[in-house]
């Protein structure tokens, strides 16, 4: 079993800045891959970025691309979401979620799932 646990969310303007974390406990996640994924208010749960298990290859939505960033720490355990020139539009609920799939932007892929962490951006 993994658990995981965002943090970071929060109330920002709009073209401020949030880092969100995603700590895993458990089980090691060094060999997984991790994604986030948001879910505005009475939307699908939509994909965000994604990172595979070194760290060296990432994906982004079109939406983020250019603006958020992912990171992992394998040592820790624990994944980054650097999210930059924050738009209204990005105002979610956002999860992060651990997979052994290469395919990123599925969610059903993804086996484990945190409680979430919400992001507000205000215009």
């Known amino acids: 079993q993994v658990q995981l646990v965002e943090s970071g969310g929060g109330l920002v303007q709009a073209g401020g800045s949030l880092r969100l974390s995603c700590a895993a406990s458990?089980?090691?996640?060094?060999?997984?891959?991790m994604g986030w994924f948001r879910q505005a208010p009475g939307q699908e749960r939509d994909f965000v970025a994604g990172?595979?298990?070194?760290?060296?290859?990432?994906y982004y939505a079109d939406s983020v691309k250019g603006r958020f960033t992912l990171s992992r720490d394998n040592a820790k355990n624990t994944v980054y979401l650097q999210m930059n020139s924050l738009k209204p539009e990005d105002t979610a609920v956002y999860y992060c979620?651990?997979?052994?799939?290469?395919?990123?932007?599925?969610?059903?892929?993804?086996?484990?799932w945190g409680q979430g962490t919400q992001v507000t951006v205000s215009s």
């Open positions: 979620a651990t997979s052994r799939s290469s395919q990123f932007a599925i969610a059903n892929v993804y086996q484990y």
């Open positions: 990172i595979n298990w070194s760290g060296g290859r990432t």
């Open positions: 458990g089980r090691t996640v060094s060999s997984y891959t």
